[in-house]
């Protein structure tokens, strides 16, 4: 069973930056798109970025010109940079690959 870690989060200050990390234990970056997840207190989960096997991506209106995702195929590993990070970007972040889930990462951001 293929199992997704996500990690990178902490404690910024507004206008800071992150860098998450989504490790994979197969090679199945190579073949599926994977996504990042949000999920505030209070909130429904929401989409934040992907990125495609053939290098599409795409971002929530929310983040684009802040955020960037990328993948690092040989480490099995996608990565969202987080710059310019704002209080309302605090939220569990999550990695996603069709019904595989990670952990989770907690992201907060203060004023």
């Known amino acids: 069973q293929v199992q997704l870690v996500e990690s990178g989060g902490g404690l910024v200050q507004a206008g800071g930056s992150l860098r998450l990390s989504c490790a994979a234990s197969g090679s199945i970056f190579r073949v599926f798109t994977v996504y990042w997840y949000r999920q505030a207190p209070g909130k429904q989960r929401e989409f934040v970025a992907f990125?495609?096997?053939?290098?599409?991506?795409n971002y929530a209106d929310s983040v684009k010109g802040r955020f960037t995702i990328s993948r690092d195929n040989d480490k099995n590993t996608v990565y969202l940079q987080m710059n310019s990070l704002k209080p309302e970007d605090t939220a569990v972040y999550y990695c996603?690959?069709?019904?595989?889930w990670g952990q989770g990462t907690q992201v907060t951001v203060s004023s």
């Open positions: 990125i495609s096997s053939g290098g599409t991506i």
């Open positions: 996603n690959v069709r019904n595989l």
